[in-house]
């Protein structure tokens, strides 16, 4: 009978050492699914600050297409409204001004203005020289 509750006594020892070690295992378990949720929630906030500049970029994004169109449109315009005035030019410089006649006014007032009326510039001339002023 004194082995008997040796031998219990002995199986009670190893139980509570098992439990033991389980309960330090536990602990041990907990701690890391403590540590893994923690990582985790980090992970998490990570993606959604991630997410947040993602979604900001690409609305920056979308604001710098929308101005680089309204660019490219406001360009066209332009060139467009150019090449119009380009050709006002070449149909006649002279025909968008209004020029006195200075030989009529020496003759009518008898003055001299030291002008040449005798002959008249070429249009070739004045619009060749006005393009080349506009583009310095």
Known sequence: MLKNVKAEAEKLEKANM???DLHA????????????????SHMQEYSNSFKEILDKTLVQLSTIKQMVNHLKDQNYLLETERDSLKKKINS????LTPR?????????????????????VSFKSI??????????
């Open 127 to 136: 619009s060749l020289s006005l393009i080349l002023y506009n583009y310095r």
């Open 18 to 20: 098992e439990i033991f």
């Open 100 to 120: 006195p006649d200075y030989k009529e006014l020496q003759d009518k007032y008898r003055l001299d203005l030291n002008i040449r009326t005798d002959s008249k």
């Open 25 to 40: 295992e536990v602990a041990r378990k907990e701690d890391k699914f403590v540590r893994t949720m923690k990582k985790l």
């Open 92 to 95: 006649g410089y002279f025909e």
